[in-house]
């Protein structure tokens, strides 16, 4: 087959290839890895490890932007892009809002509750795997969360954070309970 898919089977750049390959009907392999280990797989054909990755017959293609390009110029019915040059514009921006700043930050903070729960994150990248996969994904995931974690710029500071919040909020409904409106050091 001329088109192959390297994916994460969650993952908003890897939707957004499939989408445009199901929207083309473009008839592909997909073969779906799982976070940690995909980088023995990836880094060696991309020379970078994010997926989604495509084959178009002998040449691997990183980047979900420059997929969606090399599909639609060989792929051209339906367009992924508006003809019209304005609008094509806007849409290019669009998609550049999700894929720098919005997309980074959803991941993160989906990732950073996941990598808490080694057998949650397994059945969630692994559904499609067989058991003999799964469960040594499972059993040394504690290996590659720290990978996962610095790769997302997850510091745990978020969850310091929401653990002062808790506290603050708590330590304010008490106030209120006293009659108090808001906490002061007098
Ligand atoms: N700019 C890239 C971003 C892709 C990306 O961040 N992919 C993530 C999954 S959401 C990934 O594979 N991360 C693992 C890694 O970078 O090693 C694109 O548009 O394809």
Same mark, same amino acid.
């Given at each position: 087959? /001329? +088109? !192959? *898919?390297?994916?994460?089977?969650?993952?908003?750049?890897?939707?957004?290839?499939?989408?445009?390959?199901?929207? $083309?009907? @473009?008839?592909?392999?997909?073969?779906?890895?799982?976070?940690?280990?995909?980088?023995?797989?990836?880094?060696?054909?991309?020379?970078?490890?994010?997926?989604?990755?495509?084959?178009?017959?002998? #040449?691997?293609?990183?980047?979900?932007?420059?997929? *969606? /390009? +090399?599909?639609?110029? &060989?792929?051209?019915?339906?367009?992924?892009?508006?003809?019209?040059? &304005? *609008?094509?514009? !806007?849409?290019?921006? @669009?998609?550049? @809002?999700?894929? !720098?700043? =919005?997309?980074?930050? @959803?991941?993160?903070?989906?990732?950073?509750?996941?990598?808490?729960?080694?057998?949650?994150?397994? &059945?969630?990248?692994?559904? %499609?795997?067989?058991?003999?996969?799964?469960?040594?994904? &499972?059993?040394?995931?504690?290996?590659? $969360?720290?990978?996962?974690?610095?790769?997302?710029?997850?510091?745990?500071?978020?969850?310091? #954070?929401?653990?002062?919040?808790?506290?603050? %909020? #708590?330590? =304010?409904?008490?106030?209120?309970? =006293?009659?108090?409106?808001?906490?002061? #050091?007098?």
């Amino acid at each position: 087959m /001329d +088109i !192959e *898919l390297l994916h994460f089977r969650f993952s908003p750049y890897n939707e957004k290839v499939r989408w445009a390959l199901d929207l $083309k009907r @473009v008839p592909h392999l997909r073969r779906s890895l799982l976070p940690g280990p995909h980088f023995r797989t990836v880094r060696p054909l991309t020379g970078q490890s994010a997926t989604p990755i495509l084959r178009v017959e002998d #040449r691997w293609i990183a980047g979900s932007s420059l997929i *969606l /390009d +090399i599909l639609d110029a &060989r792929y051209p019915t339906p367009p992924l892009y508006p003809a019209d040059p &304005r *609008l094509r514009e !806007e849409a290019i921006e @669009v998609e550049r @809002v999700f894929d !720098e700043e =919005l997309g980074p930050r @959803v991941r993160r903070a989906l990732l950073a509750t996941l990598i808490e729960d080694a057998g949650y994150i397994t &059945r969630v990248f692994g559904g %499609d795997k067989p058991a003999y996969i799964r469960l040594p994904y &499972r059993l040394t995931f504690p290996f590659a $969360k720290g990978l996962i974690a610095r790769g997302n710029g997850i510091t745990g500071r978020g969850k310091r #954070r929401r653990r002062l919040g808790c506290r603050r %909020d #708590r330590a =304010l409904n008490r106030g209120r309970s =006293l009659g108090q409106d808001r906490l002061s #050091r007098g």
